[in-house]
């Protein structure tokens, strides 16, 4: 199982802007960020094939956030702009060895929060 050491996060009022990185112990096939608020069920936010660079965006952070990798330092990053209060949440950095799918995931960070006040 990979290590996942996750930074950043914070409050802010909305429109503003905040990021977070996740650092892995390894090199995995695909790293990214899932949320989960309060009395909700967890939702992909953001994926990142670490090989390619290809992405894929949950609909409802399409245009505001941003994910990223250094593949030297096993690390993502997750940038988020025109926060809202919706996207208050615990955010988890997440990893899979093979594949890039909820499903895949076999490791999981620490989990973040992110408030955002209106």
Known sequence: QVQLVESGG???????????SCAASTTTEC???L???????????AMIVTRTGATWY???VKGRFTISRDNAKNTVYLQ?????????ATYYCAAAAYGC??????SWGQGTQVTVSS
């Open 101 to 106: 799918g909820e499903g895949d995931i076999d």
């Open 58 to 60: 949950g609909d409802s």
């Open 10 to 20: 914070g409050s802010v009022q909305a429109g503003g802007s905040l990021s977070l």
């Open 80 to 88: 988020m702009n025109s926060l809202k209060p919706e996207d208050t």
């Open 31 to 33: 790293m990214g960020w």
């Open 35 to 45: 949320r989960q608020a309060p009395g909700k069920e967890r939702k992909e936010v």
